[in-house]
């Protein structure tokens, strides 16, 4: 299916370069988590984002910027300013509670992750070595990288959705021309796991669903900063005043845990990484497992991006990840339950 005209691809090859040398970042392990304590970093994020908003309301009424502008400059604060909610800078974070913690035998821990024997993770400098960790926020256990992929690949979304929202409403309903732009936003993102950042041989050999899950919830916060039903900042006489504070809970679902939304690997790939996996096939970590699904019930609605993805795997368009889950392998091993 072609997913971009010439000036479309252009556009997005230029924000998948510019994601992948800034954002680019190491896999992560949940199943390393499971039966492990970590505390709800959800209240520190939030702090956070209060301090990143209030900074942003200060130049956007400097700088009369557009909502547009602002948004962009949340965006770039977020990422790149004091305390960035990136995955690095977030693992040097004393007040981020983690999986493997910052002050552990980090190499240890890679060598006892699923991904151990992946020459990939050989490569790199400094923390980009290591596995991103495992923190837990609202409740779910997620990779820090997937912050990354809410605050910087959901900025890339948002500059995505905008383009193209600008010119559908030329000649759709508002709703037609919303649904079409988060559609290219998402191809965007399905481009960039198939390429780059994800199924290519030289980077990590995986389609991740729970980054495609992460860039949306992403793509949702920045839509509603200064516009949408629920604005975080309004115009009131002229000036950008804060209406609420942001909730980091609001872009937290359980797709963003890997080993409860598995990923697709390429054959090599997944060569490696299947007899890592097996080695959690005993009842003590499916109990672990089936206790953390119970708990990710009170999460009942699904994303646009959740439904539009399994849509394409239904036509063939995508892989299915659940051929790769560790209930899987165990039926496979012959583990009870």
Same mark, same amino acid.
């Given at each position: 299916?072609?997913?971009?005209?010439?000036?479309?691809?252009?556009?997005?090859?230029?924000?998948?370069?510019?994601?992948?040398?800034?954002?680019?970042?190491?896999?992560?392990?949940?199943?390393?988590?499971?039966?492990?304590?970590?505390?709800?970093?959800?209240?520190?994020?939030?702090?956070?984002?209060?301090?990143?908003?209030?900074?942003?309301?200060?130049?956007?009424?400097?700088?009369?910027?557009?909502?547009?502008?602002?948004?962009?400059?949340?965006?770039?604060?977020?990422?790149?300013?004091?305390?960035?909610?990136?995955?690095?800078?977030?693992?040097?974070?004393?007040?981020?509670?983690?999986?493997?913690?910052?002050?552990?035998?980090?190499?240890?821990?890679?060598?006892?992750?699923?991904?151990?024997?992946?020459?990939?993770?050989?490569?790199?400098?400094?923390?980009?070595?290591?596995?991103?960790?495992?923190?837990?926020?609202?409740?779910?256990?997620?990779?820090?990288?997937?912050?990354?992929?809410?605050?910087?690949?959901?900025?890339?979304?948002?500059?995505? +959705?905008?383009? %193209?929202? @600008?010119?559908?409403?030329?000649?759709?309903?508002? =709703?037609?021309?919303? $649904? !079409?732009? *988060?559609? /290219?936003?998402?191809?965007?993102?399905?481009?960039?796991?198939?390429?780059?950042?994800?199924?290519?041989?030289?980077?990590?050999?995986?389609?991740?669903?729970?980054?495609?899950?992460?860039?949306?919830?992403?793509?949702?916060?920045?839509?509603?900063?200064?516009?949408?039903?629920?604005?975080?900042?309004?115009?009131?006489?002229?000036?950008?005043?804060?209406?609420?504070?942001?909730?980091?809970?609001?872009?937290?679902?359980?797709?963003?845990?890997?080993?409860?939304?598995?990923?697709?690997?390429?054959?090599?790939?997944?060569?490696?990484?299947?007899?890592?996996?097996?080695?959690?096939?005993?009842?003590?970590?499916?109990?672990?497992?089936?206790?953390?699904?119970?708990? +990710?019930?009170? %999460?009942? @609605?699904?994303?646009?991006?959740?439904?539009?993805? =399994?849509?394409?795997? $239904? !036509?063939? *368009?995508? /892989?299915?990840?659940?051929?790769?889950?560790?209930?899987?392998?165990?039926?496979?091993?012959?583990?009870?339950?």
């Amino acid at each position: 299916m072609k997913l971009f005209s010439l000036k479309t691809f252009l556009i997005s090859l230029i924000l998948l370069f510019s994601s992948w040398q800034q954002g680019f970042s190491s896999e992560t392990d949940q199943f390393m988590a499971l039966r492990k304590d970590i505390k709800d970093s959800k209240n520190t994020i939030n702090k956070i984002l209060r301090l990143k908003l209030e900074k942003t309301l200060k130049m956007a009424n400097d700088k009369k910027m557009s909502c547009y502008k602002l948004t962009k400059y949340f965006g770039h604060e977020v990422s790149f300013g004091n305390q960035a909610l990136l995955d690095v800078p977030m693992r040097h974070n004393q007040e981020l509670d983690q999986i493997p913690r910052q002050d552990s035998n980090r190499e240890f821990f890679y060598e006892d992750s699923i991904f151990y024997g992946i020459k990939r993770f050989d490569y790199g400098r400094g923390d980009n070595r290591f596995l991103s960790p495992t923190f837990k926020v609202a409740g779910v256990h997620l990779g820090g990288d997937k912050i990354s992929h809410i605050t910087y690949i959901g900025l890339n979304y948002y500059k995505t +959705y905008h383009f %193209f929202f @600008e010119r559908y409403k030329k000649s759709y309903s508002f =709703k037609e021309a919303h $649904r !079409k732009a *988060e559609e /290219k936003a998402i191809n965007f993102g399905i481009f960039q796991e198939k390429t780059i950042t994800g199924l290519n041989f030289s980077s990590s050999g995986t389609f991740s669903f729970a980054d495609m899950e992460a860039n949306y919830q992403g793509l949702k916060l920045f839509q509603r900063l200064c516009g949408g039903n629920k604005p975080y900042i309004i115009k009131k006489n002229s000036s950008w005043v804060i209406k609420s504070f942001i909730d980091i809970s609001s872009y937290i679902t359980p797709e963003l845990d890997e080993s409860y939304n598995p990923n697709y690997y390429r054959a090599w790939f997944w060569k490696k990484i299947k007899p890592n996996l097996k080695k959690y096939c005993n009842p003590e970590t499916l109990r672990a497992l089936n206790k953390m699904k119970r708990d +990710y019930f009170k %999460f009942n @609605e699904k994303s646009f991006s959740y439904h539009y993805l =399994k849509n394409k795997i $239904r !036509k063939k *368009e995508l /892989k299915d990840g659940r051929s790769f889950s560790l209930e899987n392998v165990c039926l496979e091993n012959k583990t009870p339950f």
